[in-house]
């Protein structure tokens, strides 16, 4: 088993066009091959997307048009990232959206990338699992554990902020594989994290609104939390109507 004090690990994040994977391109990439101990090496550059980027997404993350005009395309950037990448166990927060980028990105040029091949860990998941802080957000995490801010929201920036993240979320593990096995099962949430009832206890939320939820591509630990307050409320009301001798009448 691989300690977690001697792995190398890969954090990675994407500044993007916008948040569909299918269709919105890549601005920014920024990697770091680390240990617990040190930065080994790191990997950095703004793309052109050859897309224009919408005003919304400009305001996110502070990359205008000018700043990619001129930069490589993701065809010339991809093959360097992928090397560097290497077989490291890949570090990210919301991380399946980063890889479904770049496969989308390399199947678009014909570029060899199994995402399913990759070893990764997601922090937003761990924080999920740790379940005390309030909001499972990068920002919100990095107040919580009071880690200090290191430059505005960009791709080199939210890399350095999500190690430390990492760092605290994974106290309680001594290895890799342990979080692997972890990570397999699906997380109970306690809080609704989007939508109209965002904030929200899962048993404060209306039936009928979870019941609308459960069939939305929501990522697994949430359609889990859906499905499983769903069933608490049919077994709590099958229940009352057993005990009520009038329940039939």
Request: net charge neutral; with cysteine; aromatic share 8%.
């Amino acid at each position: 088993m691989g300690l977690l004090k001697d792995e190398l690990f890969a954090c990675l994040d994407c500044e993007s066009t916008g948040l569909n994977s299918q269709n919105d391109r890549i601005i920014e990439i920024a990697c770091v091959i680390f240990t617990f101990d040190r930065i080994i090496d790191t990997f950095e550059t703004l793309i052109n997307p050859e897309i224009p980027i919408p005003e919304a997404s400009q305001k996110i993350h502070n990359i205008s048009e000018q700043m990619v005009r001129g930069k490589p395309t993701i065809e010339k950037v991809l093959p360097k990232l992928l090397e560097f990448l290497n077989h490291h166990i890949v570090v990210g927060h919301g991380i399946s959206f980063d890889l479904d980028l770049i496969a989308q990105a390399a199947n678009r040029y014909g570029i060899c990338f199994q995402k399913r091949n990759s070893r990764c860990i997601d922090t937003l998941r761990l924080a999920r699992l740790y379940g005390e802080s309030p909001i499972n957000s990068l920002e919100k995490l990095r107040q919580h554990f009071n880690i200090a801010a290191i430059g505005s929201h960009r791709a080199m920036s939210d890399v350095m902020v999500n190690i430390e993240v990492f760092k605290y979320l994974v106290k309680s593990f001594k290895t890799t594989e342990e979080i692997m096995q972890k990570l397999e099962k699906p997380i109970q949430l306690k809080i609704m994290p989007l939508g109209k009832h965002k904030g929200r206890r899962f048993e404060e939320i209306p039936l009928e609104y979870l019941l609308w939820a459960q069939k939305k591509d929501f990522d697994q630990d949430l359609l889990f939390s859906i499905q499983k307050e769903i069933k608490s409320r049919k077994s709590k009301n099958n229940f009352e109507q057993a005990s009520n001798p009038f329940s039939s009448l």
